[in-house]
């Protein structure tokens, strides 16, 4: 069955699960890894849009939201999923491996496309939505290569308008601006789009 992706249900869970470690603990949906989650915080916001989540903290939803967890709704089961109780497959929760696989040809999964990479200088940002993941390389973690990710909450014309979420370092609607004026640490970037995909359930 196909399912639509709504960038409006991965903002809202975005903003829901921002900053994880001020959410009570019986609260919380997924594994948390402090300073070291990106990937599967992204995942999760991916897992949403596409109709995941049910949005709500109420004690009902959550234990609705778990059962769907464990029943991998809108997962790929034994190829990208997450959980309670620990990260998730390596697609899920590795920023490289989830570039590799959501662009990857498949019949059930996530889909996205790349619409744009390159430095600071030379992408526009009005051509990132919300609802699109951007991945940045980070200098300090290997150089050259892509080490971390973020959700986008919010679109705009400038880095400055353009609103993020995300972990490694916990952030709820961050202007981008944070990250492009950083092009030492953050020289490049690349912009990732989500497109209605087949899911088993």
């Known amino acids: 069955m196909v399912f639509s992706y709504n960038p409006r249900n991965g903002t809202a869970y975005a903003r829901a699960y921002a900053l994880y470690d001020r959410i009570p603990e019986q609260s919380r949906l997924f594994y948390y890894d402090r300073g070291n989650d990106c990937a599967n915080f992204v995942s999760q916001c991916v897992w949403a849009a596409y ?3 049910i949005e709500g903290m109420e004690p009902k939803i959550v234990e609705a939201n778990r059962a769907r967890i464990q029943d991998h709704i809108r997962m790929a089961p034994f190829i990208w999923y997450g959980s309670p109780g620990f990260v998730g497959s390596t697609k899920w929760c590795r920023v490289v ?13 996530p889909r996205a ?7 600071w200088a030379s992408l526009s940002p009005g051509i990132i939505r ?3 993941v951007l991945q940045l390389v980070v200098q300090s973690y290997i150089p050259g290569q892509y080490g971390h990710s973020l959700y986008v909450t919010r679109a705009g014309r400038t ?13 709820l609607d961050e202007p981008l601006s944070a990250f492009a004026l950083q092009p030492e640490q953050y020289p490049r970037l690349r912009v990732l789009r989500f497109r209605n995909a087949e899911f088993y359930k």
């Open 51 to 53: 109709g995941g989540w």
């Open 97 to 109: 491996e989830f570039y590799a696989y959501t662009l990857s040809e498949k019949r059930f999964g």
């Open 113 to 119: 496309v790349k619409v744009a990479e390159g430095d």
């Open 130 to 132: 919300e609802g699109d």
């Open 159 to 171: 880095w400055d308008e353009i609103l993020i979420c995300c972990h490694s370092y916990d952030r």
